[in-house]
């Protein structure tokens, strides 16, 4: 494996929203921080948190100020986006692979696969539906410190 660590959008809200595993959340991040790991995105990741962000203060789940304070985390968040067309190429073929119907959650997946490093989500629908299928996805939900080597 790489000295990288593959993230999708529910797991970097976890770290910017009031969540169930943000504890766990913020404990994996320290643990990648310390460990020197670079963390990694696709591309459309900006779009999902700040959308998420937006929709929270517009629906009055959070405060205006509490959504400028969770887009100005966002801000310094640290994870670099990465994109190419293999990257796409592989979303599109996993997506077939697995038959579903968008290649959202693949390109998370593609780019973890492409740089050979893990994938981390607190999407458990998406965990679920891969489960067994995947080797490098990976759940926050199921993280404890002597389960994965981080």
Same mark, same amino acid.
């Given at each position: 494996?790489?000295?990288?660590?593959?993230?999708?959008?529910?797991?970097?809200?976890?770290?910017?929203?009031?969540?169930?595993?943000?504890?766990?959340?913020?404990?994996?991040? &320290?643990?990648?921080? %310390?460990? /020197?790991? $670079?963390?990694?995105? !696709?591309?459309?990741?900006?779009?999902?948190?700040? +959308?998420?962000?937006?929709?929270?203060?517009?629906?009055? &789940?959070?405060?205006? %100020?509490? /959504?400028? $304070?969770?887009?100005? !985390?966002?801000?310094?968040?640290?994870?670099?986006? +990465?994109?190419?067309?293999?990257?796409?190429?592989?979303?599109?073929?996993?997506?077939?692979?697995?038959?579903?119907?968008?290649?959202?959650?693949?390109?998370?997946?593609?780019?973890?696969?492409?740089?050979?490093?893990?994938?981390?989500?607190?999407?458990?629908?998406?965990?679920?539906?891969?489960?067994?299928?995947?080797?490098?996805?990976?759940?926050?939900?199921?993280?404890?410190?002597?389960?994965?080597?981080?």
């Amino acid at each position: 494996m790489s000295n990288s660590v593959c993230i999708d959008a529910s797991l970097a809200l976890t770290w910017l929203l009031p969540a169930e595993q943000n504890e766990v959340a913020n404990t994996l991040r &320290r643990e990648w921080c %310390e460990n /020197g790991m $670079e963390i990694i995105t !696709a591309p459309l990741f900006h779009a999902e948190v700040t +959308s998420v962000l937006r929709e929270q203060v517009y629906f009055k &789940r959070l405060l205006p %100020e509490e /959504g400028e $304070e969770a887009f100005s !985390a966002y801000s310094e968040i640290g994870v670099k986006s +990465s994109d190419s067309p293999k990257i796409q190429k592989r979303a599109w073929e996993l997506t077939k692979e697995f038959n579903l119907p968008r290649t959202y959650d693949m390109q998370y997946l593609a780019l973890a696969e492409l740089k050979d490093c893990e994938l981390w989500t607190n999407d458990k629908r998406f965990v679920n539906l891969l489960q067994g299928k995947v080797s490098n996805l990976r759940c926050v939900g199921e993280y404890d410190r002597g389960t994965y080597k981080v």
